[in-house]
């Protein structure tokens, strides 16, 4: 697949000034197509659903993954492929949580439940509709108000940490070490950034769980982009950072 056999596509479907952003569009796609991600929070620049389900629609030919897409603000929109909602419904599936209202880390938050409920809900559904639109249906935007979007986008997007707080929690630790997982598609020169996240520098958490838990996930997502033919190569940055605030 070459990107120049698309690029046509993605500059019908979007306005010139937001060219610049289809080489990131196009390597996130070609990611969740080749199963090396289960979902991709599109935040490059605000999309309708219907836009974003027309392109994919263009695409297939050159993209055939199933995709289910989830707006859950004007923002935030997921593109997600359907073969591994089951997967992320299984119990069996684990992930390292860090509750930044008690600065803890378990494997067993009670959030997992509801995310998992909120996935069953969708799978329930995904024969009959594909997208799920906050500003269109009124079930759905009922279903995502009381849920911590940021617990969820974590999961979704299958990352190793993924962070639960209340409403009311505020932080103060603003030490963090960040992850930054860069990939180079065939086509490209330059490398796209695939995965980015952080977690905060506290005495309650125990900074080797965290090393070890992700280079568990990048050992195993380096075998996946090894066995991809579109991607050359990929590495992972990490660095500790001073910053006044820290913004989910």
Not at 124 to 152: A, G, M, P, V
Not at 158 to 182: A, G
């Amino acid at each position: 697949m070459k990107y120049i056999d698309v690029q046509k596509i993605f500059f019908q479907h979007f306005h010139r000034k937001y060219h610049r952003f289809t080489r990131e569009l196009f390597a996130q796609l070609i990611c969740l197509n080749e199963n090396i991600k289960s979902a991709y929070l599109f935040d490059l620049f605000p999309c309708s659903i219907e836009k974003m389900r027309n392109l994919l629609t263009d695409l297939s030919s050159y993209l055939p993954f199933r995709s289910i897409l989830l707006k859950y603000s004007i923002n935030d929109l997921i593109i997600f492929n359907a073969s591994h909602l089951s997967r992320l419904i299984d119990t069996s599936t684990t992930v390292l949580s860090i509750d930044l209202n008690t600065m803890t880390t378990t494997e067993c938050h009670p959030m997992l439940d509801e995310i998992r409920n909120h996935l069953i809900w969708i799978d329930h559904r995904k024969n009959k509709q594909l997208d799920f639109d906050n500003e269109t249906n009124d079930e759905w935007s009922n279903l995502i108000q009381s849920l911590n979007h940021t617990t969820i986008f974590g999961y979704l997007l299958d990352y190793p940490l993924i962070y639960y707080y209340s409403s009311t929690s505020l932080t103060n630790v603003t030490t963090l070490k960040n992850f930054r997982l860069y990939v180079q598609i065939n086509d490209f020169d330059e490398e796209i950034l695939l995965y980015s996240f952080s977690y905060p520098i506290h005495y309650n958490i125990d900074d080797k769980q965290i090393e070890s838990v992700v280079n568990q996930w990048f050992s195993s997502l380096s075998l996946k982009i090894k066995s991809s033919d579109e991607i050359k190569h990929s590495h992972l940055e990490q660095q500790i950072r001073e910053q006044t605030t820290w913004c989910l």
